[in-house]
């Protein structure tokens, strides 16, 4: 699903600030706050402003803000310093996804694994 946003989503309540985050970075397309369960010391989640469910309601008009959202990912690299991180981006239930705002995971702050294991 493709929206401006959904009122049932608990991340379109963080961009609209019914529900408090800690913001690292926004603009007018792109939020990115802590998560509130820290897999890694440096875990953020970077989501767009408006609501999609996942990585497979994306469409061709989304492609500039997807890019930002990579772009966003290297300036909070460079700005917090870190040497080295993970961008991670689950999609659907067998993707191990449970909010349905499509986000890109950020972590860094400890050794990762080479791969994925
Ligand atoms: P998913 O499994 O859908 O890829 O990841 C959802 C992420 O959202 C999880 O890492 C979870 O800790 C985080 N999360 C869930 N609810 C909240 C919340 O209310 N605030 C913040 N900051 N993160 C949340
Ligand atoms: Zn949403």
Do not use: W
């Not at 991340?11 to 792109?30: G, N």
């Not at 706050?33 to 897999?39: G, L, T, V």
């Not at 010391?41 to 989501?47: A, G, M, R, Y």
């Amino acid at each position: 699903m493709r929206n401006k946003s959904s009122s049932t989503c608990l991340f379109c309540k963080i961009i609209s600030h019914e529900l408090p985050s800690e913001c690292l970075y926004e603009d007018d397309e792109i939020l990115a706050f802590k998560d509130i369960n820290p897999q890694a010391p440096f875990h953020v989640l970077l989501i767009p402003k408006i609501h999609i469910s996942t990585l497979n309601d994306l469409g061709v008009e989304n492609i500039d803000m997807a890019g930002k959202l990579f772009l966003t990912a290297k300036y909070l690299a460079a700005s917090n310093n870190l040497e080295g991180y993970r961008v991670v981006v689950n999609t659907n239930q067998q993707g191990g996804q449970v909010v349905y705002h499509m986000h890109m995971h950020m972590l860094a702050g400890r050794q990762m694994k080479p791969g994925l294991g």
